[in-house]
């Protein structure tokens, strides 16, 4: 994204703030995996939105109506020898020319620098109780500029929570940020297409797991959204399976639930189909019932519909079908009461999607649901999961299905942007059938 991109939400943010407030972001560090191998590096959400900014160990400082500069980075200072090592550094040069800051310093700085930038402050804005460590160094600073302080030069006397504001600017997304969402989604979608083309029976969880993450990497989604779920027969009953490790047997269904991650943006799609490419009649009466609730759900999503219509709409369409099916038992009425369809369907239905797989944004406003409006983004994603260990007939046993899309809402309703996924089962088993 272009370096304008940021600078428009930065100045969003500080229009929201007073003339005395400061905000402080603070950029992720790299993570040691095992020994001295770290973890691939993924930049803090909050940092990159206002940003872009995308090396290690950085914090970014906002002080409003500052004449010597609104925008400040901290950042690792270039080093010849260290770059020969691990890669080019964009220095303090860098970060100005090529990230818009006013002004850069050597992160080494930043304990004596950020005393003069929060001198005179009143309140301080930062991602509050996200990360003890950012806890300390906020308490540390203000504990000192409180030493320093004078009666005609004021210390900040107020932490405020950053995520109040931000997450409610990242809740909307601008025509930028809905292309790369687009773009993952259909991405993300090949590669469940390419699941389905590739599975076999006698293949472990993990070889279709590297088959969705092949796909996804050729594409240019460089990283996954989050670790894939691949769980074949009872293992698509677990909702946070990820082991991956089973064999797919025939007879089985097996759920992905992967999504690759594009220019720091998620996509969350979830399939499930047959590990020998047909369903049976009982696999395929409980996936037509998920896919009517989702449809359901789905054809609900425009402005002005209240969030918890959706769950609402998905419970009753999963509690009507596990009634007409002999699942459960009783009046429809009895069976929401009573939440007896919870032993089958135990999440919600939804959650917000952007540069996180849970996106920032709240989800009531003054403890009312609040309603869809446009530039939203959400999953939508009912489910049933039939495990053995519940007092079912047999024939239902085992049979672990949800189907998830992610969901733009519109002016006038809504675009399903992972919508390449198949997910009838007339065109899973065409799919599944050419491919064998």
């Known amino acids: 994204m272009e370096k304008s991109v940021f600078a428009i939400r930065r100045q969003k943010l500080l229009a929201q703030l ?69 890669g080019t550094r ?23 620098k950020i005393l003069e930038l929060l001198a005179g402050r009143e309140q301080i804005f930062y991602d509050l109780g996200s990360h003890p460590l950012w806890d300390k160094r906020i308490l540390d600073w203000t504990h000192e500029l409180q030493k320093r302080a004078r009666r005609s030069h004021p210390c900040p006397a107020a932490l405020g929570d950053l995520k109040v504001k931000s997450n409610e600017m990242r809740l909307f997304k601008d025509q ?26 006698g293949m472990f969880e993990f070889q279709l797991e590297a088959v969705v993450n092949y796909e996804l990497m050729v594409r240019g989604c460089r990283f996954s959204a989050y670790p894939a779920i691949v769980g074949g027969g009872p293992n698509a009953c677990i909702l946070h399976y990820n082991d991956n490790s089973k064999l797919l047997k025939d007879g089985d269904l097996v759920l992905i639930d992967a999504g690759g991650e594009y220019e720091n943006y998620a996509s969350d799609i979830t399939r499930t189909f047959p590990v020998n490419g047909k369903f049976s009649k009982e696999q395929a009466e409980i996936y037509n019932l998920v ?62 999607l952007g540069l996180d797989v849970h996106d920032a944004g709240s989800y009531r406003i003054n403890d009312e649901w609040r309603t869809l409006e446009e530039g939203m983004v959400l999953t939508v994603e009912p489910g049933l999961y039939l495990s053995s260990s519940n007092e079912l007939n047999k024939k239902w046993w085992d049979i672990g299905i949800r189907i998830e899309d992610d969901v733009l809402v519109t002016a006038s309703g809504c675009e399903v942007l992972s919508h390449d996924a198949p997910k009838t089962i007339a065109e899973i088993e065409r799919i599944m059938g050419e491919a064998s």
Not at 50 to 73: M, N, Q, R
Not at 90 to 112: K, L, P
Not at 177 to 195: N, T
Not at 296 to 305: A, E
């Open 291 to 352: 896919l009517e609730a989702q449809l359901k759900v789905i054809d609900l999503i425009r402005p002005g519909t209240p969030l918890n219509l959706l769950q609402d709409a998905a419970v009753n369409v999963l509690a009507k079908g596990l009634i007409r099916l002999g699942i459960l038992s009783g009046t429809i009425s009895d069976v929401i009461q009573q939440k007896s369809y919870q032993d089958y369907y135990m999440h919600n239905v939804s959650h917000w």
């Open 18 to 86: 007073g003339n005395k407030d400061a905000v402080i972001l603070f950029g992720s560090s790299e993570l040691l995996r095992n020994g001295d191998v770290h973890f691939p590096f993924r930049q803090n959400s909050n940092f990159f939105y206002y940003t872009g900014y995308s090396e290690p160990e950085a914090i970014a400082v906002l002080i409003p109506g500052d004449k010597g500069g609104e925008y400040i980075i901290f950042n690792t200072p270039k080093d010849p020898v260290m770059e020969r090592w691990v």
């Open 90 to 112: 964009v220095g303090q040069e860098g970060a100005v020319a090529q990230f818009g800051a006013d002004t850069a310093f050597d992160i080494y700085s930043i304990d004596e």
């Open 176 to 201: 930028i940020e809905i292309a790369i969402l687009r773009e993952a989604a259909q991405k993300s979608a090949e590669a469940h297409r390419a699941a389905m083309q590739k599975c076999k029976s």
